[in-house]
């Protein structure tokens, strides 16, 4: 039966548009555990303070949703057809090595071209549980994308996706690292994949290429670092010692992943929500300086860049066009 249920479950997944379904026991992320605390403990989460909640049901899905016997995690593409930010440097493969920014059209990371993730993720979500319910039986079933309470990468490692590079993002040996990762906690037992192994090797190219010097060591991410964090995330000022170190990003940031080797192997997504809006694509630097706020609301109020709102993106444009300190601001 549990092989039965774990085959219908994956088949509909794949149906429904996700490119790969894995499935793990849901029990206590003991390995994690000490990691997570000690990431805490040097702030490394910078002023996302709700990445301090909830600390024991992140390593507990049996604490978050009571009965629960299995986290089935879900990836979905979004590697677009057309890159806002056209490769300026190929390998000898023609592999991509660094997406070269047109200084015409500050940079946005290419999760957020389309439509929000998370309205397109969860409806999926909700079909896959209707789907499990009409087939398999009554389900007790929580849906999460991209929140806080559960420890996306690490399931998805765990159930075979992939495995957490360096640059802390979970990444396919077949796909590369741009995808969204969801979940769902269920009370069925299902069958379970194993990890994969690590190929990162002796490849540091996404910490050689951190303007920002973020990741501090490999696979340490220090949010607080970030230019999504700082670009998305951040409320207040951007401090000043970051003048000159963002690489012309606006909204997020891809570098750690376009120069990944692995992500020569990225493919066009086929979502139509994600298609990519024509003002992403077009907008030049000035355009993006001229925008009123009512046309930014009505243009963006169903995307990502709506999360950082107006005058998080005319601070994020204030700040790149500040000029760099001298070497002697620097000291
Ligand atoms: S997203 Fe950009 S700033 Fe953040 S770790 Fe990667 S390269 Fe560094
Ligand atoms: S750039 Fe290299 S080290 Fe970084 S995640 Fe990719 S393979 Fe791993």
Known sequence: MKQKHTTLIKQESKRLGFDFCGISKAEFLEEEAPRLEKWLKEEKNGKMQYMENYFDL??????????????????????????????????????????????????????????DYHFVIKEKLKNLISFIEENIGAVNARAFVDSAPVMDKVWAKKSGLGWIGKHSNLISKSKGSFFFIAELIVDLELEYDGPVADYCGTCTKCIDACPTNAITEPYVVDGSKCISYFTIELKENIPADMKGKFDNWMFGCDICQDVCPWNSFSTP???????????????????????????????????????????????????????????????
């Open 58 to 115: 992140r390593l507990d899905p049996t604490k978050l949703m009571p009965g629960a016997k299995s986290v089935i995690s879900l990836l979905l593409n979004y590697f677009p057809a057309q890159d806002e930010n056209p490769p300026v440097l190929t390998g000898a493969a023609g592999v991509p090595l660094l997406k070269g920014k047109n200084s015409q059209q500050p940079g946005i990371s290419k999760y957020a071209y389309g439509k």
């Open 269 to 331: 997504h086929t979502e139509p929500h994600f298609k990519p809006k024509p003002e992403i694509l077009n907008f030049t630097k000035r355009d993006w300086q001229e925008i009123s706020e009512e046309t930014f609301n009505k243009t963006f109020k169903d995307s990502p860049l709506s999360r950082p709102r107006f005058e998080g993106i005319k601070r994020n444009l204030e700040f790149l066009a500040s000029p760099k300190p001298s070497p002697e601001e620097r000291t």
